[in-house]
């Protein structure tokens, strides 16, 4: 089966909140494979799976990596593929330093870097999901359907706080 998306994370400890990426991504119906691969740890293993990665039929890469999160440029630097990294907030500076190590990538080595944490990492499942969308209607339909059901909530929420406020 292929892979549309490949998640990357420096740790395992990263899988909480990178699950989140894997969630989203189930929901539009998007295959994905998330494993650890650290740039610093297993340099080898790292391009190793961006190497194979292509004839997997991997299109995207989401990456996740805390404090010197330099996981995403080391993706970044051998693909054309597009990349968004996720900074992790696994440090004593609580994200800040990986969302800057992240989105400081040098000129022609792109990534496309979302929020710190969990909210982030569902935001580069949808973002993810927006890119392969460009070549695919029925992703395109099944955003279309994500997103209006993001707007279904938001006017659940203020049905329901105008009716507890008619009621006090």
Not at 38 to 50: C, F, K, T, Y
Not at 122 to 147: C, F, H, M, P
């Amino acid at each position: 089966m292929a892979i549309s998306v490949l998640i990357l994370m420096g740790s395992d400890s990263d899988a909480p909140v990178m699950q989140a990426a894997v969630d989203v991504l189930t929901e539009l119906g998007i295959s994905s494979e998330m494993t650890v691969a650290s740039a610093h740890r297993s340099p080898e293993r790292v391009m190793r799976l961006v190497r194979e990665a292509p004839g997997r039929g991997v299109k995207v890469y989401i990456v996740g990596a805390g404090a010197a999160a330099h996981l995403a440029g080391v993706v970044a630097a051998h693909t054309t593929a597009p990349v968004i990294g996720v900074p992790i907030d696994s440090s004593a500076l609580k994200g800040m330093d990986a969302l800057l190590s992240t989105v400081q990538m040098p000129p022609g080595v792109p990534v496309a870097t979302v929020s710190i944490g969990k909210p982030g990492a569902t935001n580069a499942g949808v973002l993810a999901a927006q890119i392969l969308a460009l070549s695919d209607k029925g992703i395109a339909e099944q955003l279309q359907r994500y997103k209006q059901g993001l707007a279904e909530k938001v006017e659940k929420a203020a049905a329901k706080l105008a009716s507890a406020a008619t009621q006090a």
